[in-house]
């Protein structure tokens, strides 16, 4: 049985996100983890206590793994993020503000959560 999917629309068309680049986004477990918890907040949120809650979650929570973790976001992901508009990064207090564009983004957020959970378990 064959499936038409020519008049499918992805969530993040609109947004000027195709499925690929959603998908290249939420690859990365530490980045997935920071925009789930992005997600769950206001306003912008510092990179440290992004980078806390990435070790909080991986089950790593040492001053090393944090440091690895800053690290990462501030060299990997959040530039990633960033180009993609889905997050503005502000150098001088070191926060990241996720933005309107990124909540193309929580569909498939929230399905990756729930895998990565499961596969904890």
Request: charged share 25%.
């Amino acid at each position: 049985m064959k499936t038409d999917t020519s008049d499918v629309e992805f969530a993040g068309a609109d947004a000027g996100l195709g499925v690929n680049r959603i998908f290249e986004l939420l690859l990365e477990p530490d980045r997935r983890y920071a925009l789930y918890h992005l997600s769950r907040k206001v306003g912008a949120v510092s990179l440290e206590e992004i980078a806390e809650q990435i070790a909080l979650r991986t089950g790593e929570p040492t001053r090393e793994r944090i440091a690895a973790v800053t690290t990462g976001l501030h060299h990997n992901h959040v530039p990633k993020l960033v180009g993609a508009g889905v997050v503005r990064y502000d150098r001088t207090t070191d926060t990241v503000e996720r933005l309107p564009a990124a909540t193309a983004l929580d569909p498939y957020l929230e399905l990756a959560v729930v895998d990565d959970a499961q596969a904890v378990a």
